[in-house]
């Protein structure tokens, strides 16, 4: 994200109005909201952000990538060995079942194992790895498209890595570009919240 992001995007709405001069101080701050709430969300798309995802499952990029308005290099288990993969155990595995789904995930490290041995590729023996597979991408898209992603993502009704995910990018996002996101961030913690 460029440091003057918002001020991009205020000269791509200027633009549009044949009002340059009236830009100054402070005035993106003003014409951004004002964009939004007559929806010229067009002007948006000039802006971007990029932010590398560490640690979050394969069911999470099953979902983010279906935003097909985004940039994503995501880590390859076709050229990566997934011999010792880490995986994510979802919060609603209680804790006396903690140890059977960790035994599971050594299961599966050890049918992909034997599949190695036996000679598929990477590529062919990744087929018994599991959605819990943790992996690391970079995504990069424009400040038109990350609303719109977190306005999906960021609801309660969004599955819980997704939305811890989208919250904190929507928390760095509305640090940076006040203006552009401090909208949707009140209503995605109240989601955050109502969701438990």
């Not at 394969?58 to 390859?76: D, G, I, P």
């Amino acid at each position: 994200m460029t440091p003057d992001a918002e001020r991009l995007i205020e000269r791509a709405a200027r633009t549009c109005y044949h009002s340059e001069h009236a830009a100054g101080p402070g005035t993106a701050e003003t014409l951004l909201p004002k964009l939004l709430a007559a929806g010229h969300e067009s002007p948006f798309e000039h802006a971007c952000a990029t932010f590398r995802l560490s640690g979050v499952s394969r069911a999470l990029t099953h979902q983010l990538v279906r935003h097909r308005l985004m940039s994503v290099s995501q880590k390859s288990q076709r050229y990566v060995a997934e011999q010792d993969f880490a995986y994510v155990v979802p919060p609603s595995v209680p804790p006396e079942a903690r140890a059977e789904f960790a035994a599971d995930m050594e299961l599966i490290r050890g049918l992909y194992a034997k599949w190695k041995a036996r000679g598929l590729r990477n590529e062919d023996a990744r087929f018994v790895l599991p959605n819990a597979c943790a992996t690391e991408l970079v995504v990069t898209a424009n400040f038109r498209e990350y609303r719109h992603i977190f306005r999906l993502r960021c609801a309660r009704q969004a599955q819980w890595e997704i939305r811890q995910v989208c919250l904190a990018m929507l928390e760095t996002l509305a640090r940076q570009a006040p203006a552009a996101f401090g909208d949707l961030l009140s209503w995605a913690r109240e989601e955050a919240r109502r969701a438990g």
